[in-house]
């Protein structure tokens, strides 16, 4: 949700770029379920949450400190405070509970009971960057049980540009009925009241474990997914200009807070991969992206190869590796996290290695040529274990209209069979020689055109 940028108080931490995987220089490119097509981003924020010892150690996040009056319905104001934010880390000795017994992550807590000094406690934080421009956001997310709060995942540039995943509490109580993920965005005076409000049922209960959440963001629409399922788009109030990520839980009027108990909504990661609006960060990217036609430096995961950002198409499982495409992960240096897990067959299964790996394949260039910048040796191809330069006699025949085609294709075909004839005259001349036969004894035999 929006909140008064003139009463905000923010910890300053100096910005330091993501390190960024030797085999990622030119971008990431992520899958859209809905329409099967695919985008290549230049930048990329990831945090895994799940490791991150210390919040005050990295440099990608700030906490917020805010205060807003009671206002209006709400009976209490709202605070953002400092120790409502904390990491609560997987052990290093394993585990699904985090070291301090609950739910593994980040926590952002909602105090329970009845405020002192008419405000509820509640957190957030939010990007150190603010120049992300379009993108793909995902996040890990456990929502809390308890009754009186509200939850958000979110872009924000201004209260007329802003996306919104939204959680309330109160809807997830009575277990009859669906639970109700809210979709804001809220826009501009194009858009009547100028936000768009979607209650969108899910298939599961928000607070029974950690789901994905996700929307893709282009210039054009919005697109939400949970789990990797479709849940709506629209092309209505899309924002047009930069900002950065939100993760915020508090206590609205419409909550019906706060809570009896302490309220923790546990966040496992965050993937943001993005276009930026700086020129600094644009003017790195085609520094170190020298061909971004080059497939092998988009999107390869600290040495093992993701050719595209891995769909998640299950709940994410705390206990296992999940396959971040940065180098530091969002960790300081001094807080390493596990390493990738092997590219999946499936995206919700780990691979596994064949019993007898199977013998090489043909690795056939698209020229035909050997060798070269990739390494292509056309190994049991049709053109033998090296590749001529000549057109195999299968190949497409580019930039030639329809009519002209077949033409194009006999002559190939010719010319391929002449080559074919040459060779083997070439051949049985030289079986000749080392039998013995004199050249002028060829020359009587096969016809002095036939040795030119």
């Not at 040796?377 to 190949?395: F, I, Y």
Request: aromatic share 8%; net charge neutral.
């Amino acid at each position: 949700m929006g909140h008064p940028l003139s009463s905000l108080v923010v910890l300053a931490l100096t910005f330091v770029p993501q390190l960024v995987s030797a085999a990622c220089e030119c971008g990431y490119q992520t899958h859209s379920i809905k329409s099967n097509d695919n985008q290549v981003y230049t930048d990329v924020l990831e945090s895994d949450f799940l490791h991150l010892k210390d919040i005050n150690a990295q440099q990608d996040w700030k906490r917020q400190v805010w205060d807003i009056p009671a206002v209006g319905t709400a009976p209490w104001g709202r605070n953002m405070t400092l120790e409502n934010v904390m990491t609560n880390p997987l052990p290093d000795d394993g585990g699904i509970k985090g070291i301090n017994g609950r739910d593994p992550g980040l926590e952002l807590r909602v105090s329970a009971g009845e405020p002192r000094g008419g405000a509820v406690k509640s957190g957030e934080i939010a990007t150190a960057r603010r120049d992300m421009l379009y993108g793909s956001f995902r996040a890990g997310i456990k929502y809390t049980s308890q009754h009186g709060t509200c939850g958000a995942f979110f872009f924000y540039q201004s209260d007329s540009g802003e996306i919104d995943v939204e959680f309330l509490s109160k809807l997830y109580q009575d277990p009859a009925k669906a639970a109700d993920l809210l979709l804001v965005i809220h826009a501009g005076p194009e858009v009547p009241t100028n936000e768009l409000f979607r209650p969108t049922p899910l298939t599961f209960r928000p607070q029974d474990g950690f789901h994905e959440y996700r929307f893709d963001w282009t210039s054009e629409r919005i697109t939400y997914y949970a789990d990797g399922q479709f849940l709506w788009d629209t092309t209505v109030g899309v924002p047009k200009q930069a900002g950065g990520l939100t993760l915020n839980h508090w206590n609205p009027g419409w909550s019906n807070g706060p809570p009896a108990q302490d309220a923790q909504m546990h966040f496992s990661y965050i993937k943001a991969y993005f276009n930026s609006s700086s020129d600094a960060s644009n003017a790195d990217y085609k520094m170190r992206c020298k061909d971004p036609r080059d497939p092998d430096l988009i999107c390869k995961a600290n040495g093992v190869s993701y050719r595209t950002v891995p769909d998640q198409s299950s709940p994410p499982d705390p206990s296992k590796s999940t396959v971040f495409l940065s180098a530091n992960k969002g960790l300081p240096a001094d807080n390493p996290a596990p390493a990738n897990p092997p590219p999946p067959t499936d995206p919700s299964e780990p691979a596994q290695p064949p019993a007898n790996p199977p013998p090489p394949q043909k690795k056939v260039s698209p020229d035909n040529r050997c060798g070269g910048t990739n390494g292509y040796t056309c190994l049991g191809s049709e053109n033998g274990n090296c590749c001529t330069d000549r057109m195999p006699p299968t190949a497409k025949i580019l930039n030639v209209s329809p009519t002209l085609e077949p033409v194009v294709r006999h002559y190939q075909q010719n010319r391929n069979q002449q080559t074919k004839h040459q060779m083997e005259r070439h051949h049985r001349v030289q079986r000749q020689v080392m039998n013995g036969e004199t050249p002028f004894q060829q020359r009587r035999r096969i016809g002095k055109s036939h040795l030119r």
